[in-house]
């Protein structure tokens, strides 16, 4: 029979071990895809912060409990509550995630994580700066944020815009998903391991020696590596760099209506759907995002821009037709790009009282 410690430790929304030579980090809400809560953000933290410190790992390990998914963002019902109630919590929330995000970015050792099923938002945030990203049959990599009236966040503007080409515009403003050969053209995800080879790869992990280098946990994922399922990007991949090549939403669209493809119409109808005000602010947030030095810059950018999502209409809209009322029907304000003003666009662009990181933008980057 468990003891109370055992049932306590089932209970934490994130479990962390040492398994031979891994340190694991296992997101424990699977009735929720394991949405991120600041408490575990603050377990993960803490959790990077002893497996660092410890000679006996070798890499750490992320993956997400259950069989959904390793993480389907923010919990962003609580972030709707905290904003509606005028709380410091969902900043709070963005300042400790976005931090965190960082902190993948740079850390030490290598950090593997499985994106095994539905990786959104705020997982991709814990994934896509790891210096394993491991993908399989079941990934769902998706940026859904226009959708909700709010825009690619945990450095989303760094992340969709390092590589050449218009992907990550694509991504970032239609929010579609994308399946594991996708992510891997997009630059999101490195290597494709079928689920069913995921506890033999896991295996050995753990048993790699403590002291084993970089190249040996590289060697190891390689040995699992296939090549995955054929994906449906590719053969658009022109006509996406050609069609959101454009710096205005409206140049976009109208690439994508004279292009009068099926793929364009698709487009086009998916656009639709999406807030007038999150397209705009995505896409100067993106194209601000291609001339920044640093991970720390974007981030910087989109932390700030989180204030006005608070005050707006279309955040709390979109989430009311999303997750709480569910009728997918949002009423966005404006509601046509063509009443969205500089004005609207500008109050995402002002810079925050409280910077995230102590050293701020640097000068010349821009803001």
Known sequence: MPSTSDHLATEAETLVERDGALGRIRLNRPKALNSLTL???????AALDGFERDSAIAAVLVTGEGERGLCAGGDIRAIYDGGKAGS??????????????????????????????IVMGGGVGISVYGSHRIVTERTRFAMPETGIGFFPDVGGSWF??????????????????LGAADAILCGLADVFVPSGRLPEL????????PDSPRE??????????????????????????????????????????????????????VLST?????????LRLLRLGKHAERLEDCLEREFAATAAVLRSHDFYEGVRAAVIDKDRNPHWRPARLADVTAADVDAYFQPSARPLFADKIREGSPA
């Open 216 to 269: 040996a946990v590289s060697i190891t994922i390689a040995s699992f590596s296939e090549a995955p399922p054929v994906g449906v990007l590719e053969p658009h991949q022109q006509a996406i760099d050609r069609l959101f090549a454009f710096d205005t939403i409206e140049g976009i669209l109208e690439a994508l209506r004279r292009d009068n493809s099926p793929f364009a119409e698709r487009i086009l109808s």
């Open 39 to 45: 408490q575990m953000v603050r377990d993960m933290e």
């Open 88 to 117: 410091d919590a969902p900043t709070t929330f963005w300042r400790e995630e976005y931090k965190l995000n960082a902190r993948i970015g740079h850390y030490p050792k290598p950090y593997i994580v499985i994106m095994d099923g």
């Open 202 to 209: 896991i295996e050995a992990l753990v048993s790699l020696p």
């Open 160 to 177: 969709l815009t390092r590589q050449a080409g218009e992907l990550g515009t694509y991504v970032g403003l239609t929010g579609e998903p």
């Open 274 to 282: 999406k807030s007038p005000l999150s397209l705009n602010v995505t």
